[in-house]
């Protein structure tokens, strides 16, 4: 007890360490058996790896290989289809005439778009006169060979455009510009033609037109932008206060005063217009999308 009692911290010092030797123990067995179950684990994925890499039935498969070799032909022919679809939809025909023919084409095309117009009591504003066309209508040489193509391609998207126009009755068709000329823009599936125009109709028309176009139209249009200004007296200066569904009020003809040469002095349809209350004039972007036949390298 002596002995004890002499050396009582040298006993706590032995005391502390004996249990802070079977605390490090306990530590490091739970440890192993951690690393036991990674090691484990570890021979799992290399062992799934192995049987993969020699393909003894798992993804690599024989099996599994032929289905996913049907999937992706499934998609591809869906995707073929689709494009195919869209292609029919979006094609322009054509037209194989001389350069000569073509000129007289477009000025027919171009007096048939005025007259279409003015079966529907619209006006075909200044800018809008021949629709975009006036260099080739007003030309003295005939345009190369392979322009004649692309002329005649952009005669039939403007005249649709037109075509719907009147269709929705707007108020005035002020003008239709193509941006690219006779280009287009060019994606890996389809071809992109731009064109801008200005309208101005009752809010009822122009829905009626901008739907037209995406709807209902034999050809792709999205549009691309769009925005409205109110317009509220024509260029005479005076409201039509009188309701309606958006229609131009014609304008009566000035007093027959006539002119030295005895003719009665009238001014353009343009400067007698008069706007009823609620017309909007609209600046439209539109891009007309034509896809490339899927299953021809290139598109004659």
């Known amino acids: 007890m002596d002995f004890l009692k002499k050396h009582i911290g040298l006993l706590i010092s032995t005391v502390v360490c004996l249990v802070l030797m079977l605390v490090l123990i306990l530590t490091i067995r739970g440890k192993s058996k951690n690393v036991e179950q990674g090691n484990v684990k570890v021979k799992e994925q290399q062992d799934l790896l192995a049987q993969i890499s020699t393909r003894g039935g798992y993804a690599l498969s024989k099996k599994n290989v032929d289905i996913a070799r049907q ?20 094609r322009i025909e054509r037209q194989n005439i001389s350069a000569l023919e073509a000129i007289r084409y477009v000025k027919d095309q ?15 504003g200044a800018a809008a006169d021949n629709f975009s066309f006036s260099a080739v209508v007003a030309t003295r040489t005939l345009p190369p060979a392979s322009d004649v193509p692309r002329i005649l391609r952009q005669v039939s998207i403007v005249k649709e455009i037109v075509t719907w126009a009147a269709a929705s009755y707007l108020t005035e068709f002020k003008s239709v510009s193509r941006p690219l000329g006779l280009e287009v823009k060019t994606r890996d599936t389809y071809s992109l033609t731009p ?8 809010l009822p028309q122009i829905q009626e037109f901008v739907n ?31 309701g309606g569904r958006g229609e131009a009020a014609r304008g009566a003809l000035p007093p027959p005063g006539l002119a030295p040469s005895g003719t009665v002095a009238v001014k353009p349809r343009q400067e ?7 017309q909007l004039s609209v600046d439209l972007a539109v891009d007309l999308l034509e896809f490339k036949n899927p299953n021809a390298e290139a598109e004659e």
Do not use: C, H, W
């Not at 591809?76 to 494009?83: D, P």
């Not at 048939?112 to 009591?121: G, P, Q, R, Y």
């Not at 064109?195 to 009752?202: A, D, F, K, Q, R």
């Open 71 to 90: 999937n992706r032909e499934q998609v591809a022919g869906e995707i073929n289809r689709l494009l195919l679809e869209l292609y029919r939809k979006s």
């Open 110 to 124: 171009v007096r048939d778009m005025k007259e279409t117009l003015e079966e529907k009591d619209i006006v075909a």
């Open 195 to 202: 064109l801008s125009m200005t309208v101005v109709g009752g």
């Open 212 to 242: 037209s176009l995406q709807t209902k139209s034999q050809y792709l249009f999205v549009v691309r932008s769009i925005s409205f200004s109110s317009v509220q007296k024509g260029a005479s200066g005076e409201a039509d206060g009188r």
């Open 272 to 278: 007698r217009l008069v706007f009823k209350p609620g």
